[in-house]
């Protein structure tokens, strides 16, 4: 293709925002709340995530553009866009997405709550016995422990956390020292649960709870004796929560990480959220102390962080209200737990979570630290968790006396203080435990078992889509395979070796890894696609992935369709290229799957290379591609390859749960009959 044809793929109307892309997500996900085939508690969890979600996307995304327009970089977006339109766009989109989560929480959720007995319950309707026993929770948790703070030039806004909960209280009347701001801000104790369930003898059957902000609001005069208070309004402030600092001169990372962490906290403000009965006088003060404008503020009916309500599912034992459960199977060749070293020597193993068990990878770990022919074991840790199973078989095997090389990456966002932890702990073990290279995350995700078998050394692997932590492995769809395959160990063995130490790059023999080989090659692939149409021959290409915003990747695809290749994208999140486009992308068809389980498998097929199935770690983004480690591997044994496919044409076939991504940028739910979901299938198929 030559360059006057790829210039005519950098027009940006073939592009799709990425951060509207993305809030197009969590509006995807929102849906789900109001989908009646879902169980109650699952559609409020829904809702739930979106708020969630919310919060990190204005905590690192809209941070982001911020921190690019103060320092004048003017970069566009793929679209065109300056980040000064699409922070505009952002707010409106926001703003709808807001509303639309209160209406269905207010006129949707509570009311279906209260029709099976989940209430909870306003002050304005409590029982003259539930508001004594709210008095007295307060005087007895809240009061000792609470510090309003009197707003005056002696004590001025303070320097709230981020996205804690907070009041601004009126007041009128002086204070024993004569002062009479009229103003006071009120933080909620951090330590006391934001709802609590009412005794069941002051209430009607069921279950019953109150906000913990209600309690405050019905006792904040007890806050300001001898004052009036005349009103107490919740507000929340969310702020710049990334910590990607620099790291050049850095001579110890984790040190340095230490000591970022609690910056994070008190980042600059990027929202405001308050209560929409709150006075504007109020709401005018708030925004000046924050710095924010009227883009920035959100007017809420309700809670001002309803992921709150996720303490009250927790207290909950509805389980007809939830999704039905599961028992995960384990594949016949590994359900023998004696020597689950026999078994991958035998064949390669391939796992579909959470539909099967994340436990043969655990007992991999769990094996190889007890097995005397067992010499060293590596591994990288993205997110796990300071307490697993995973972990403890780790220092286990390094108790053991065993070569333990732990790859830890301190900065998995928002898992930091964990890792920093777990870092310490498998020192304290006798492992080796490094941070991988400076400059790129270690996002791979790989284990390697060094072991002496008949007076040879013989490397077992596994290389998974998915992060080490069994609770996500019931939670998200991942693939793991484990292999005892002599050229992928020695592949694995390559990437240990640059992560740990220093030296040229080796080219792996058959993993793909970034930020080396992997790009390039998946352009080799799609161009071998592209090769086969113009010599006759169908072509298709099917990616599986979370994101797609790399332009390099998206104009290729572009050219596949342009060819005529068939291209079909399952995208969940983030898809910046525009399908349907006549003579650009009308081969493309992009789908994207929401349901019970977050879809988190990277998958690419290639029906015209050899091999052209690989799995892997990496999204099709630039920082994935560009700026970290990841790996993907082929998945060579036909029957393996076949099941994966099969798994690939049930989620292009998904018409309950899969929407399509138009042209113009929107999703519409897929069509079709008889009704099929891909999760379904997958549970029908391969659980109990």
């Known amino acids: 293709m030559n360059d006057l044809t790829c210039d005519f793929l950098d027009n940006p109307s073939y592009y799709l925002n990425r951060e509207l892309s993305h809030l197009h997500f969590n509006r995807r996900v929102l849906e789900q709340a109001l989908d009646e085939t879902h169980p109650l508690l699952e559609r409020l969890k829904f809702l739930l995530i979106c708020s969630s979600n919310l919060d990190e996307f204005f905590e690192i995304r809209v941070a982001g553009l911020r921190q690019r327009i103060a320092m004048e970089r003017e970069i566009t977006e793929l679209d065109g866009s300056s980040p000064q339109e699409v922070l505009q766009a952002i707010s409106t989109n926001c703003h709808a997405l807001v509303e639309e989560q209160y209406r269905i929480l207010n006129q949707v959720i509570l009311p279906a709550l209260a029709d099976n007995n989940i209430r909870f319950i306003a002050r304005s309707h409590w029982t003259p016995e539930q508001a004594e026993w709210a008095n007295s929770f307060f005087e007895s948790d809240i009061l000792p422990i609470a510090s309003p703070i009197g707003l005056d ?292 995700k790989m284990i390697l078992i060094v072991r002496r078998e008949q007076g040879k050394l013989r490397r077992y692997v596994h290389l998974g889509t998915g992060n080490y932590h069994s609770g996500n492995a019931r939670l998200y769809t991942d693939y793991s395979l484990m292999s005892a395959d002599e050229a992928l160990g020695a592949d694995v063995h390559i990437i240990f070796q640059q992560l740990t130490g220093m030296g040229k790059t080796e080219r792996p023999q058959k993993l793909l890894n970034a930020p080396f080989t992997l790009k390039r090659q998946i352009l080799r692939m799609i161009d071998n696609e592209i090769r086969a149409v113009e010599a006759g021959e169908p072509g298709t290409i099917i990616i599986k992935c979370n994101g797609l915003t790399e332009p390099k990747i998206i104009q290729a695809l572009y050219r596949a369709s342009q060819a005529g290749v068939r291209v079909e994208l399952i995208v969940r999140g983030m898809c910046c290229l525009r399908p349907g486009i006549e003579g650009i992308s009308d081969h493309i068809r992009v789908t994207s799957v929401v349901g019970r389980f977050l879809e988190h498998s990277r998958v ?51 018409n309950r749960q899969g929407w399509l991504l138009d042209t113009h940028g929107c999703y519409q739910l897929h069509d079709g009959d008889p009704s099929a979901s891909a999760q379904q299938q997958l549970l029908g198929e391969l659980t109990k």
């Open 604 to 654: 690419f097929y290639f029906a015209n290379s050899q091999p052209g199935l690989y799995c892997g770690s990496a999204d099709l983004m630039e920082r994935n591609l560009n700026r970290r480690v990841e790996v993907c591997f082929p998945v060579e044994e036909p029957a393996l390859a076949r099941r994966v496919i099969a798994d690939l044409e049930k989620y292009l076939t998904d």
């Open 153 to 444: 030039p002696a004590h001025p806004f303070p320097r709230l956390v981020n996205k804690s909960l907070n009041f601004i209280v009126s007041l009128e009347g002086q204070d024993a020292f004569g002062r009479e701001t009229g103003l006071a801000v009120v933080p909620a104790p951090r330590s006391l649960p934001r709802i609590l369930k009412i005794p069941e003898t002051l209430a009607p059957e069921g279950d019953n709870f109150v906000f913990l902000s209600s309690i405050i609001h019905a006792n904040a005069d007890k806050l300001f004796p001898g004052m009036t208070v005349k009103g107490c309004y919740q507000f929340r402030i969310t702020r710049n929560a990334d910590l990607d600092f620099d790291t050049e001169g850095v001579a110890d990372l984790a040190r340095a990480l230490r000591g970022e962490l609690h910056s994070r906290r008190f980042g600059n403000a990027v929202r405001l959220e308050v209560v929409d009965d709150c006075p504007e006088a109020l709401v005018n003060f708030l925004l000046r102390e924050t710095g924010l404008s009227q883009a920035e503020l959100y007017l809420v009916n309700g809670p001002v962080n309803t992921k709150r309500l996720m303490d009250a599912e927790k207290q909950l034992h509805r389980p007809d209200l939830q999704f039905a459960p599961f028992v995960q199977t384990i594949p016949k060749g590994l359900t023998r737990k004696d020597n689950i070293f026999q078994a991958i020597a035998h064949r390669d193993q391939l796992l579909h979570h959470p539909f099967e068990s994340f436990t043969p990878v655990v007992e991999l770990l769990s094996q190889a630290a007890k097995d005397p022919d067992v010499l060293a074991i590596k591994q990288t840790l993205y997110r796990t968790g300071a307490s697993s199973p995973i972990v403890d078989a780790l220092l286990e095997a390094a108790r053991n006396g065993k070569e333990v090389t732990a790859v830890v990456e301190l900065r998995a966002r928002f898992d930091e203080e964990e890792n920093l932890e777990l870092a310490s702990k498998l020192q304290e073990a006798g492992a080796v435990v490094v941070y991988g290279v400076v400059g790129y995350k270690t996002h791979a």
